[in-house]
């Protein structure tokens, strides 16, 4: 397992970031540039990442391949294909997206998102995204959302059965997946059944937490990793039983303070199990 997440640098080459992340005791990292990067700096962040035993987990790619809007759509398949082309060039595991949404807004929830038609333009979707690019060895993988597919092992296992392409894999975000008080209470438990029905598949977990507050009627808030109630222990263990150095990879905070606070967290647990990050 590899411990990881952006590090906040103004005009960043490949030596500044290698150093940063090592400064940071990252093993893994997000993408820090772009598919319209030239192929010398690609190359150059890919030889760095690697002579530095750096794993580049994820490049983003997102945006609304399912949009109603088809200029919208059809913009973000052929970023998605970018992306993912830019992924395989870099020695990226993966390019990573949500599924997006039938409504305006595009990670957003909409009445038609758990609809079979639905289901059914996400699979065309990821076949023609992963057709047409052909990686080597990066992988196009769907982030867990709480309002559209995949929402669950059970949908992410019917996805990757329907999508049918070797280069379609998993990944994990348990957080994005709580959208009730069960699971908020139970979250080991469905980590532990999300690992055990896809973990071959999985290649990348998002790092995060989430609080269930008192108001009515239910209101789920992300947080700080140790400020809510993701069973980090069971994350953890679960996910090193995979013995296949899976990128974990911190997000969605705004200063490098934070970004330590959260990895100090996942660190103290992963040194009470013994786990190596």
Not at 86 to 92: E, S
Not at 245 to 266: Q, T
Request: with cysteine; charged share 25%; glycine share 6%.
């Amino acid at each position: 397992m590899r411990l990881g997440g952006p590090v906040f640098i103004k005009d960043v080459n490949p030596e500044l970031w290698v150093n940063a992340l090592k400064h940071e005791g990252y093993r893994s990292t997000v993408c820090p540039i772009g598919s319209d990067a030239d192929e010398a700096l690609i190359q150059a962040y890919r030889t760095a990442a690697e002579e530095n035993d750096i794993v580049i987990a994820e490049v983003g790619a997102w945006s609304n391949p399912i949009s109603t809007d088809e200029i919208q759509r059809q913009q973000a398949l052929e970023f998605c294909k970018r992306q993912l082309h830019l992924a395989d060039r870099i020695g990226a595991r993966g390019c990573v997206n949500i599924a997006g949404s039938r409504g305006e807004q595009w990670d957003g929830p909409h009445p038609d998102n758990f609809s079979a038609d639905t289901f059914a333009l996400i699979v065309d979707t990821v076949r023609e995204i992963i057709d047409e690019v052909q990686p080597d060895s990066a992988c196009f993988a769907l982030e867990t959302m709480p309002w559209v597919f995949p929402d669950s092992a059970d949908s992410y296992l019917d996805l990757l059965k329907a999508i049918d392409r070797k280069a379609f894999a998993v990944h994990f975000d348990p957080v994005n997946m709580i959208s009730n008080p069960r699971l908020y209470y139970r979250n080991g438990e469905m980590i532990r059944d999300f690992i055990a029905k896809l973990g071959t598949h999985l290649i990348t977990c998002h790092a995060k937490d989430i609080k269930l507050n008192s108001k009515l009627t239910v209101h789920l808030e992300e947080v700080l990793p140790g400020q809510g109630a993701l069973d980090y222990g069971v994350l953890l263990r679960e996910l090193h039983k995979l013995n296949r150095d899976i990128p974990v990879i911190i997000e969605h905070l705004s200063s490098e303070e934070l970004y330590r606070a959260a990895a100090k967290h996942i660190r103290s647990v992963a040194a009470h199990e013994q786990i190596k990050i």
